[in-house]
């Protein structure tokens, strides 16, 4: 339990860098993204050039029992891999039925959600004065659409845990990549066989 101190309850943010106070992040490489892009060419040439941040996520976890939440700033860089934009690696949570609110910050960008089976799928703005509702069941990824870094604010229950294991083994049904300059949603058996895979 915390107690009511101003010090355990505040938390300051910086909404551009993405970082918290006192909070420890956890920096994704393009290095650490092996397998999650369609366009495994594309993937290879750009690791073989250089191996960027592609986000990075800072989480305040204060309390931890039932009813607590918690939330994450995650920042973005802008980027592609093919026609595929910079994005977080997404999950479920391993709680399912725990839902999250996404609001934007700074930047813009979109947020895949599919439910479990993929049948599913969305493709919903994030950007600032934006707040995205991601039910439960729901396998979420965000996604840096523009020109400079993409941040959010994540808030979900304490007890919603990340279970990366189902995407890591067969990746979201449909990827968003840029088309004419703007981003679109197509299933990625399409758009593997528009490259040839
Ligand atoms: C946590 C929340 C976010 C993500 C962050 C990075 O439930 O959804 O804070 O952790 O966007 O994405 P990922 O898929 O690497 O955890
Ligand atoms: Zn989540």
Same mark, same amino acid.
């Given at each position: 339990m915390l107690t009511l101190q101003v010090e355990e309850l505040l938390a300051r943010f910086d909404p551009v860098a993405g970082t918290i106070a006192g909070a420890d992040a956890v920096t994704r490489a393009l290095s650490d993204m092996r397998g999650y892009y369609a366009d495994a060419d594309a993937f290879a040439q750009a690791l073989a050039h250089d191996d960027p941040r592609v986000y990075h996520v800072a989480a #305040?976890? @204060?309390?931890?029992?039932?009813?607590?939440? *918690? %939330?994450?700033?995650g920042r973005i860089e802008p980027g592609r891999i093919g026609a595929e934009y910079f994005m977080t690696k997404g999950h479920l949570h391993a709680w399912r039925p725990a839902a999250e609110y996404y609001i934007g910050l700074h930047g813009s960008g979109v947020m895949l959600l599919e439910d479990e089976t993929g049948v599913q799928?969305?493709? #919903? @703005?994030?950007? @600032? *004065?934006?707040? #995205?509702? #991601? @039910?439960? %069941?729901?396998?979420h990824r965000t996604i840096n659409t523009g020109d400079e870094p993409l941040t959010y604010l994540g808030i979900y229950p304490a007890r919603a845990g990340h279970d990366y294991g189902v995407i890591a083994a067969r990746n979201f049904r449909h990827v968003i990549i840029e088309r004419d300059g703007a981003p679109v949603m197509v299933a990625r058996e399409d758009y593997l066989r528009e490259l040839g895979r």
């Open positions: #305040v976890e @204060p309390d931890q029992g039932d009813g607590a939440l *918690h %939330f994450g700033i799928a969305s493709m #919903v @703005p994030l950007e @600032p *004065h934006r707040a #995205v509702y #991601v @039910p439960g %069941f729901t396998a």
